[in-house]
């Protein structure tokens, strides 16, 4: 095939095919992107094919959709357009920078709003002295001046990405211009920076970092491979009724432009800058069947029905008034293939080149005053930032395991960049990833490292350590309980507060849940409920907020867990009968002791036992009596203790009882206190005395020696255990002789 000029010849126009030469589409849909004189997604205006085609475009035409170009404070920009503002502003793409998006890779995206030149208004970013392309832009001069309608620049759009998600898919450039004129033939440039590129509106100044002559040239190895990108310039040409012409150049030393043969395109004959050292050389395509690129204009046959949307904005009409369409032949479009032309960095990465760095910094659209190149140029709008280096400047927030947390999420919030994250661990468990690897579910603690480039193909250009810590510190849990009076309800206490609030790695306590279950389906989730007396197995769970972490307590409670006074369950009364005291009382079937006590004192505060009473089996309340044959002289207090099984006990009411009178001055109590005996004795002083218990055969078992008090005294006897059903007698010696001596049968 021919080789041709890559100032080559598209009809954006017309509808009709493109030159065989310029191996460019009339339009169409180039890496899922539209190019066809409209800006809607999902909608074809012009091309090969037209209407409902899915795809995508500057903005959606479904407000729900993905649109390229943000579109906040859209309302704002259209009233104050709408309301004769003349503004300048840009916005950037909607997503973060290498966003994938419907299987492809969004690299950059912006929008310029540029001012404009209507009567009275004056476009305050206009070439102010004569200005050319392969000039030294610190030699340009802006200002505020008026340039023809076919001049003034208007809206402008810029997107680059790859076909498919990898940086080694085919890269696309895509641009947009409108200008307010639509008569008369228009020329415009759009121009890409390497290095910094920037205007100063208060100086009407330009800076640069580029270093060969205000630019950064493409250099290239003796095959002809690149090794070094650079400055690059579409200058499109474009007469309404004939096709328009796009020069592609790159920027070059006259060196490099005489002496090397690229080994991907070829150099074209044009060569054009301000000094003989470096200047914009024009590129020629080789033969290949893959196609450039696309281009097309908006025209209809029938200009005043042309519908095509413009911005969420409006735009500016050629008639001087604020719209919602472009008017027919008012914007262009322009999808290049880099790739195939040969300019991607992903072509030479043998050579060093890192096809994940930025191409490009900036990109600067100006408009000139003819189809010349060198000719002198006119509005521009000021330079956008493009494709400036993809930055991992990622937020990471790391979780933590916890006992209501089996799985834990280590997510990575994409700032101004999307990333390709890879994760690796040593020490911990993955369990699953979201699609973009962005979130991460782990169910082990550890450390977790996260790897992150731009795009698959990419080297890692951030790598974070995460650790992933487990919290399963408990609460304290414990119950406790008292009764209310008359045993009519249970108060309950559960937990330990202060002992669930210690210090941990992770803070100490944040509060705590209770939950109670008992006897009867009783349940509760306060701290300190009421109950009535539903004896029996209490359970409280103790939950941490701060993890969801649990400690059980399980207590069974019944009357023997209170020491205090049964009357409820144990009613005691009593009489004088002669010289005995008959006690008798009933004792509810659930207080079901292991045995009753009898006990008595003289002072009401200092009881003995005085004998032991079994209970009735299976009778629902039982009935009970005992007789003190050996009363106390004068008055008595006696009271029933109630024993269970495990040893816990309980106490009858009270009662006292006077009136016995008896000359007996010593006697013998048995069962006393269990297996015990005990010697009452009146005495009337205070004396030492001595008690001595004997065997049958006269041997000595106990010698002590007692104090007695005026009055009745009580002398506890403990027989050794071998005396069981034995004889023993016991005698009592006082003022040196014998006071008592009795036989008694153990």
């Given at each position: 095939?021919?080789?041709?000029?890559?100032?080559?010849?598209?009809?954006?126009?017309?509808?009709?095919?493109?030159?065989?030469?310029?191996?460019?589409?009339?339009?169409?849909?180039?890496?899922?992107?539209?190019?066809?004189?409209?800006?809607?997604?999902?909608?074809?205006?012009?091309?090969?094919?037209?209407?409902?085609?899915?795809?995508?475009?500057?903005?959606?035409?479904?407000?729900?959709?993905?649109?390229?170009?943000?579109?906040?404070?859209?309302?704002?920009?259209?009233?104050?357009?709408?309301?004769?503002?003349?503004?300048?502003?840009?916005?950037?793409?909607?997503?973060?920078?290498?966003?994938?998006?419907?299987?492809?890779?969004?690299?950059?995206?912006?929008?310029?709003?540029?001012?404009?030149?209507?009567?009275?208004?004056?476009?305050?970013?206009?070439?102010?002295?004569?200005?050319?392309?392969?000039?030294?832009?610190?030699?340009?001069?802006?200002?505020?001046?008026?340039?023809?309608?076919?001049?003034?620049?208007?809206?402008?759009?810029?997107?680059?990405?790859?076909?498919?998600?990898?940086?080694?898919?085919?890269?696309?450039?895509?641009?947009?211009?409108?200008?307010?004129?639509?008569?008369?033939?228009?020329?415009?440039?759009?121009?890409?920076?390497?290095?910094?590129?920037?205007?100063?509106?208060?100086?009407?100044?330009?800076?640069?970092?580029?270093?060969?002559?205000?630019?950064?040239?493409?250099?290239?190895?003796?095959?002809?491979?690149?090794?070094?990108?650079?400055?690059?310039?579409?200058?499109?040409?474009?007469?309404?009724?004939?096709?328009?012409?796009?020069?592609?150049?790159?920027?070059?030393?006259?060196?490099?432009?005489?002496?090397?043969?690229?080994?991907?395109?070829?150099?074209?004959?044009?060569?054009?800058?301000?000094?003989?050292?470096?200047?914009?050389?024009?590129?020629?395509?080789?033969?290949?069947?893959?196609?450039?690129?696309?281009?097309?204009?908006?025209?209809?046959?029938?200009?005043?029905?042309?519908?095509?949307?413009?911005?969420?904005?409006?735009?500016?009409?050629?008639?001087?008034?604020?719209?919602?369409?472009?008017?027919?032949?008012?914007?262009?479009?322009?999808?290049?293939?880099?790739?195939?032309?040969?300019?991607?960095?992903?072509?030479?990465?043998?050579?060093?080149?890192?096809?994940?760095?930025?191409?490009?910094?900036?990109?600067?659209?100006?408009?000139?005053?003819?189809?010349?190149?060198?000719?002198?140029?006119?509005?521009?709008?000021?330079?956008?930032?493009?494709?400036?280096?993809?930055?991992?400047?990622y937020s990471l927030k790391p979780?933590?395991?916890?006992?209501?947390?089996?799985?834990?999420?280590?997510?990575?919030?994409?700032?101004?960049?999307?990333?390709?994250?890879?994760?690796?661990?040593?020490?911990?468990?993955?369990?699953?990833?979201?699609?973009?690897?962005?979130?991460?579910?782990?169910?082990?603690?550890?450390?977790?490292?996260?790897?992150?480039?731009?795009?698959?193909?990419?080297?890692?250009?951030?790598?974070?350590?995460?650790?992933?810590?487990?919290?399963?510190?408990?609460?304290?849990?414990?119950?406790?309980?008292?009764?209310?009076?008359?045993?009519?309800?249970?108060?309950?206490?559960?937990?330990?507060?202060?002992?669930?609030?210690?210090?941990?790695?992770?803070?100490?306590?944040?509060?705590?849940?209770?939950?109670?279950?008992?006897?009867?389906?009783?349940?509760?989730?306060?701290?300190?409920?009421?109950?009535?007396?539903?004896?029996?197995?209490?359970?409280?769970?103790?939950?941490?907020?701060?993890?969801?972490?649990?400690?059980?307590?399980?207590?069974?409670?019944?009357?023997?867990?209170f020491q205090v006074l049964a009357?409820?369950?144990?009613?005691?009364?009593?009489?004088?009968?002669?010289?005995?005291?008959?006690?008798?009382?009933?004792?509810?079937?659930?207080?079901?002791?292991?045995?009753?006590?009898?006990?008595?004192?003289?002072?009401?505060?200092?009881?003995?036992?005085?004998?032991?009473?079994?209970?009735?089996?299976?009778?629902?309340?039982?009935?009970?009596?005992?007789?003190?044959?050996?009363?106390?002289?004068?008055?008595?207090?006696?009271?029933?203790?109630?024993?269970?099984?495990?040893?816990?006990?309980?106490?009858?009411?009270?009662?006292?009882?006077?009136?016995?009178?008896?000359?007996?001055?010593?006697?013998?109590?048995r069962n006393y206190g269990g297996?015990?005996?005990?010697?009452?004795?009146?005495?009337?002083?205070?004396?030492?005395?001595?008690?001595?218990?004997?065997?049958?055969?006269?041997?000595?078992?106990?010698?002590?020696?007692?104090?007695?008090?005026?009055?009745?005294?009580?002398?506890?006897?403990?027989?050794?255990?071998?005396?069981?059903?034995?004889?023993?007698?016991?005698?009592?010696?006082?003022?040196?002789?014998?006071?008592?001596?009795?036989?008694?049968?153990?």
């Amino acid at each position: 095939m021919k080789k041709l000029y890559l100032g080559v010849l598209f009809h954006l126009i017309c509808l009709t095919p493109l030159s065989l030469l310029a191996q460019l589409n009339n339009g169409g849909i180039n890496a899922l992107f539209g190019i066809d004189g409209d800006t809607r997604s999902n909608y074809v205006k012009y091309g090969p094919s037209t209407g409902n085609i899915v795809s995508d475009d500057w903005f959606s035409s479904n407000p729900s959709g993905v649109t390229l170009i943000d579109t906040s404070n859209a309302s704002v920009y259209l009233s104050l357009l709408q309301s004769g503002a003349n503004l300048g502003f840009f916005k950037r793409m909607s997503v973060p920078l290498y966003s994938k998006i419907n299987g492809k890779l969004w690299l950059d995206a912006v929008y310029g709003r540029d001012y404009v030149c209507t009567s009275p208004l004056f476009d305050s970013t206009i070439f102010t002295i004569a200005a050319k392309n392969g000039d030294n832009p610190i030699n340009w001069l802006g200002g505020t001046s008026n340039v023809p309608d076919k001049n003034d620049l208007l809206d402008v759009y810029a997107h680059m990405r790859r076909d498919g998600l990898s940086v080694y898919d085919s890269l696309w450039l895509f641009t947009g211009v409108s200008t307010v004129g639509t008569s008369g033939s228009r020329y415009f440039d759009v121009e890409l920076y390497k290095k910094d590129f920037s205007y100063n509106s208060s100086t009407g100044t330009f800076s640069t970092a580029g270093t060969e002559s205000g630019h950064t040239q493409w250099l290239f190895d003796a095959a002809g491979n690149i090794t070094q990108t650079g400055d690059m310039i579409l200058a499109v040409n474009y007469t309404p009724g004939a096709p328009p012409v796009v020069d592609l150049r790159i920027w070059v030393s006259q060196v490099t432009f005489l002496n090397v043969k690229p080994a991907r395109f070829n150099f074209g004959p044009n060569f054009d800058g301000a000094t003989p050292f470096f200047g914009y050389a024009s590129i020629l395509s080789k033969s290949g069947t893959t196609a450039f690129g696309s281009g097309i204009a908006n025209y209809s046959a029938t200009p005043a029905q042309d519908t095509t949307y413009a911005t969420p904005w409006g735009t500016e009409q050629s008639t001087k008034v604020w719209g919602t369409q472009y008017q027919t032949l008012q914007l262009v479009e322009i999808g290049l293939n880099l790739t195939r032309i040969g300019l991607d960095p992903a072509l030479y990465t043998a050579l060093g080149l890192n096809p994940c760095t930025s191409l490009f910094s900036d990109i600067f659209f100006k408009s000139r005053s003819s189809n010349s190149f060198v000719s002198n140029m006119q509005d521009f709008v000021t330079p956008l930032q493009f494709l400036r280096p993809p930055v991992m400047d990622y937020s990471l927030k790391p979780d933590t395991l916890r006992c209501n947390r089996s799985v834990a999420t280590i997510q990575l919030t994409n700032n101004s960049t999307i990333g390709n994250y890879s994760w690796q661990t040593l020490s911990g468990n993955i369990v699953g990833s979201s699609t973009d690897s962005s979130q991460v579910s782990v169910n082990k603690a550890g450390k977790y490292v996260v790897s992150a480039s731009p795009a698959i193909g990419c080297p890692p250009t951030r790598i974070d350590t995460v650790v992933i810590p487990i919290d399963t510190f408990p609460p304290e849990a414990s119950i406790n309980a008292t009764v209310g009076s008359n045993y009519s309800y249970l108060q309950l206490y559960g937990g330990d507060v202060a002992a669930s609030n210690y210090m941990t790695p992770f803070g100490g306590s944040q509060g705590l849940l209770w939950n109670w279950t008992g006897p009867k389906s009783f349940t509760s989730t306060v701290q300190n409920p009421l109950t009535d007396t539903a004896w029996g197995v209490f359970q409280l769970i103790v939950t941490e907020k701060r993890n969801g972490c649990t400690d059980t307590a399980v207590k069974t409670l019944n009357i023997w867990d209170f020491q205090v006074l049964a009357a409820e369950y144990m009613n005691l009364s009593g009489k004088t009968d002669n010289q005995s005291i008959l006690l008798n009382w009933q004792a509810a079937a659930q207080l079901a002791p292991g045995s009753y006590v009898v006990q008595r004192s003289a002072d009401g505060v200092n009881f003995i036992s005085i004998g032991k009473v079994y209970p009735q089996q299976g009778s629902s309340l039982g009935s009970y009596a005992y007789t003190d044959t050996h009363p106390l002289d004068g008055s008595a207090y006696y009271r029933i203790e109630a024993v269970s099984i495990d040893g816990k006990t309980a106490y009858s009411n009270t009662i006292k009882l006077s009136g016995v009178t008896s000359d007996q001055k010593f006697s013998l109590i048995r069962n006393y206190g269990g297996n015990q005996i005990a010697l009452v004795c009146r005495s009337d002083k205070d004396q030492q005395a001595a008690l001595v218990v004997y065997n049958v055969l006269g041997q000595v078992l106990i010698s002590k020696s007692v104090h007695l008090t005026n009055g009745t005294n009580i002398i506890e006897i403990q027989p050794p255990a071998s005396k069981q059903h034995s004889a023993i007698v016991v005698s009592l010696y006082s003022d040196n002789q014998l006071s008592f001596t009795q036989k008694v049968v153990l």
